[in-house]
């Protein structure tokens, strides 16, 4: 008596076909959360290059600034600002104490806090390469 396939042919098609879904999946199903700062959270006097370092950041990945909403904020700052802890005239700065912030673009983003002087002398403020989300060509 011949045995029976274990698997019919539609079967295997389905299975495939479902394969062939779940690897062109955009990447935002495998977005990482980052906490900033981890346990210490966004404040003042944390080393966040050494925080930042070791981590791939990629489009669709989320930054979460934690903080006490009355002595922090957030604000998303270009090069110079950044090395000035100058933010930007008229920008809204993010002041929930529980921000979330999707990276959308490639290459280095920065952000400061602007309130009173703590970036420029307690070195809050945090510079992140990102790289191309994980369905790009390439990775």
Known sequence: MASQPLVSHHQALLALMVLAVLAFTPSKTFATVFIVGGDQGWRARVDYAVWAEGKVFRVGDKLVFKYPKCFHNVVKVNEYQFQ?????????????GNDVVELKTVGRNFYICSVGR??????QKLVIDV???HGTAGH
């Open 84 to 96: 000035k802890c100058s933010a930007p005239r008229g920008v809204k700065a993010l002041a929930t």
């Open 131 to 133: 790289k191309p989300h």
């Open 118 to 123: 703590n970036c420029a002398d307690g070195c």
